[in-house]
């Protein structure tokens, strides 16, 4: 319980949208761009005089020779499900590791679900994904992902985010909200994010480091490869390859942008410059216009004594 206390310590100060804040802006942009809306297809059923027009199904009908309509019910939870790289490369770290970040993310994004009673699930990849948890409701369930990810050794160093999507949307039966946690040092998985976002949304979070952006001036020395091993000697202090290094960077960040932008998935940038509750309430507020905010000292009050 020691262990878990100090997650909670670390996260305290998020804050979070409230269950009733969602309820309070039924059909705003929260709802539309995390709960469907607010409604979901249920069925069809025949037209009764007073029925909205607009819910005709034509196609039904003209099968039927008689007017149908569309039935739907209001959504009434998400099925969140987090999916976190625990790949080597996360293990770097100026301030705190990447891993140490991502980490507080996904406990922050559980503590979410929790509070607005959603179902909660967990997968953990590298050059596949190693562990996966069906989501379920309650305070039981994030004990046991909390668990895990203090408990869980990974069984690779790589990254194969392409090859985990695809293991993913094969133990995802109904439709979720999926937060892929990672620095996306990985080959294209462009392929799999687009089968995935026909039926599910998803949000990417990009974790990052303020020394990747820049080199340091340190002379001669070997960068490693934390996945492969491989090492290369290099010269910090060159200003040529200063120069070549932050253009890489740079040019990834946009040709990364770029890309999710025309699938339409959103990439939340999240670093070390910045604590990462100002970062993902940005992002929040961003969507949905909220105007009301819970700190996490109230909801670790709710989680153990209530």
Do not use: C
């Amino acid at each position: 319980m020691s262990e878990i206390s100090e997650l909670l310590r670390k996260i305290k100060n998020l804050n979070i949208p409230t269950k009733n804040t969602v309820e309070s802006i039924e059909s705003g942009t929260y709802n539309s761009k995390f709960r469907g809306g607010g409604t979901e297809f249920s069925e069809v059923r025949e037209y009764v005089p007073g029925d909205d027009v607009k819910r005709i199904d034509w196609s039904v009908s003209a099968r039927h020779n008689s007017l149908f309509v569309k039935e739907f019910v209001e959504e009434k939870e998400l099925n969140v499900h987090i999916l976190l790289d625990l790949s080597a490369s996360n293990n770097f770290g100026f301030l705190k590791s990447k891993l140490d970040l991502s980490f507080e993310v996904a406990v922050s994004l559980m503590f979410l679900a929790l509070r607005n009673n959603d179902k909660i699930g967990l997968g953990i990849f590298t050059d596949d994904l190693e562990k996966f948890i069906p989501s379920k409701k309650g305070k039981k369930q994030v004990i046991r992902i909390l668990k895990q990810l203090i408990e869980y050794e990974p069984k690779s160093k790589k990254t194969n985010i392409m090859k985990s999507l695809s293991t993913l949307k094969n133990k995802l039966k109904i439709k979720s909200t999926i937060y892929i946690i990672s620095d996306f040092i990985s080959d294209s998985y462009e392929k799999p994010l687009k089968i995935l976002k026909l039926h599910h949304k998803v949000i990417l979070i990009n974790i990052s480091d303020i020394r990747e952006k820049e080199i340091l001036e340190i002379g001669y020395a070997y960068l490693e490869d934390a996945e492969t091993g491989e090492q290369v000697l290099v010269n910090t202090s060159d200003k040529q390859f200063q120069k070549q290094y932050s253009e890489h960077v740079s040019e990834k960040m946009k040709t990364d942008k770029k890309n999710m932008n025309r699938i339409g998935v959103d990439m939340v940038h999240v670093n070390n410059e910045e604590s990462f509750d100002v970062t993902i309430n940005r992002y929040f507020r961003n969507k949905g216009k909220m105007k009301n905010w819970w700190s996490l000292d109230l909801l670790t009050h709710y989680f153990f004594f209530y």
